[in-house]
């Protein structure tokens, strides 16, 4: 068994998945964004400056050289225009403004001699070694684009080499860029994005939270609900809000609440009918053996023979239950059956009760789906109790009815009727109409015969006057039934009813 600590809600589960993917992919869609913008920052710084020695080749010579490859072209001076290197590289100097994160330098044989006029970001004169780097680069005659780490911090630079016919002086034209600078700025960037991802991750926390809750709300209720439902009260439900699966789930479990609670209900009542019904004959038969004379021969047997009459009573009482039991829970095995030649044989069967004169009124010409044993088990119940409750010699007619989507199988007698306000109560167990009429029987023959007709999908009816009662077990051939309609009664599908005795 796991202990409680270890336990963590769904809720909880759910909503750290969602912010555990969500983070996922703020922090990868952030990440990818940020290294394309960093290369994009990288190439433009590039493309920067190869323009700016463009731009210095044009100042020099006097024409562009857009369509020359930096790395490789060498400065051509023009003489008419500029005298000395230190005349082309100040005239350079003086019109390439540097811009932001962004320095020049002007060396002549090596020691750096002009700067810009303007304020610029930083100055490459103060750092010697990166001079003499530059110098050693470019003085050879060729552009050079490279990377250094110098004082000021990671730069991007561009040497080119300026020289002047007439004129032995070598200069070099050096500009740079902060390129850490520059990516610093768009670190900056990604750190307002960040911040922003974790207000948002914090916001979707926050509805996750609640929707989460709102939506598992039947579940916490399940669980406390459960936690209340007892053997003694299955009454409580959960309630049901909305139209989602969680909802659907909640009537699904209200549904078998209901099952259990009418079960349950079901089998106290058998019990406390059980003990009642049982508790006559014990006593009867504890009572005539506590009075009974063991020394006379007559009293014994007298008292031996009640207990063995309210013992088969108790038999028999059993016997019904168990029968009750087997009709409410049976899956009957129905198959096709032809149902004039089903009632042609009922017919014959309940003949068999002597004392009344048996007529087969009606016999139906249909096809239906029956379990032809557990039928012929409640129609000759209904015929049993119209044997007994009718006059000897009375007639009790049998027979069966088609309707368009249904078929009836009653028995008809002439007996006294079901006593008015009896109705519901014969179809209880162990309910009699009358119980002082000296017929004996458990009073389970009737909620028999109701439970096989609902496991055939029907119901039972009843037509009782004074001049006798008509009962007829409904059965459906087709998903509608057409008539008689089932009763707005609520025992057992009945409208009237009469109970074995």
Not at 80 to 86: D, H, K, P, R, S
Not at 364 to 375: D, N, V
Not at 387 to 398: C, D, E, F, H, V
Not at 402 to 421: H, L, N
């Amino acid at each position: 068994m796991r202990s409680p600590l270890l336990r963590v809600s769904v809720r909880s589960r759910i909503l750290a998945v969602i912010l555990v993917v969500t983070a996922l992919g703020m922090t990868v869609a952030g990440l990818s964004a940020y290294l394309v913008q960093r290369d994009r920052v990288l190439a433009s710084i590039d493309t920067e400056l190869i323009s700016s020695v463009e731009a210095a080749r044009a100042i020099v010579t006097g024409e562009s050289t857009a369509n020359q490859d930096a790395a490789t072209a060498t400065p051509e001076t023009d003489p008419a225009a500029f005298a000395t290197v230190e005349e082309a590289l100040s005239a350079i100097m003086s019109r390439l403004v540097p811009g932001r994160n962004e320095s020049s330098v002007a060396l002549i044989d090596g020691e750096a001699r002009l700067i810009p006029g303007t304020r610029i970001a930083f100055h490459l004169e103060d750092d010697p070694v990166f001079i003499d780097r530059a110098w050693q680069e470019a003085s050879g005659g060729v552009v050079t684009l490279g990377t250094a780490v110098t004082q000021v911090g990671t730069l991007r630079y561009i040497a080119a080499p300026v020289s002047v016919t007439g004129d032995d002086q070598v200069g070099v034209y050096v500009t740079a860029v902060d390129a850490q600078a520059a990516v610093d700025e768009v670190g900056g960037a990604f750190l307002t994005y960040a911040g922003l991802a974790v207000l948002s991750l914090a916001a979707i926390g926050v509805a996750g939270w609640f929707v989460a809750g709102r939506l598992l709300a039947p579940l916490r209720h399940l669980t406390e609900t459960a936690s209340r439902i007892t053997a003694e009260d299955l009454s409580e439900r959960i309630p049901v809000h909305g139209n989602d699966d969680v909802s659907a789930l909640t009537e699904t479990v209200n549904a078998m609440l209901e099952r259990l609670d009418d079960s349950l209900t079901a089998q106290r009542q058998l019990l406390d009918d059980v003990r009642h019904e049982l508790k006559t004959p014990l006593t009867i038969v504890r009572g005539h053996l506590e009075l009974m004379d063991a020394s006379s021969p007559a009293d014994v047997d007298s008292a031996r023979q009640i207990a063995i009459d309210e013992l088969d009573r108790m038999s028999e009482l059993v016997e019904d239950i168990d029968a009750l039991a087997r009709a409410e829970k049976a899956q009957l095995l129905t198959e096709p059956t032809d149902v004039a030649d089903f009632t042609a044989l009922v017919f014959s069967k309940a003949t068999a009760m002597s004392g009344h004169d048996w007529q087969l009124a009606e016999s139906a010409e249909a096809i239906a789906l029956l379990s032809p044993s557990r039928l012929t088990q409640a129609w000759l119940q209904l015929a049993d109790n119209a044997a007994k409750y009718s006059p000897p010699g009375s007639t009790i007619r049998l027979g069966s009815t088609a309707y368009a989507t249904a078929v009836e199988f009653w028995v008809a007698d002439e007996g006294p009727g079901i006593p008015e306000g009896a109705e519901e109560r014969i179809f209880e167990r162990f309910g009699r109409a009358d119980t002082g009429r000296g017929i004996a029987g458990s009073g389970l023959g009737l909620p028999i015969v109701a439970a096989i007709a609902r496991a055939h999908g029907g119901y039972v009816t009843l037509d009782s006057s004074e001049a006798g009662a008509r009962f007829g077990i409904v059965v459906p051939t087709e998903a509608e039934q057409d008539a008689p309609p089932p009763p707005a009664a609520g025992f057992d599908g009945t409208e009237h009813s009469r109970s074995e005795p």
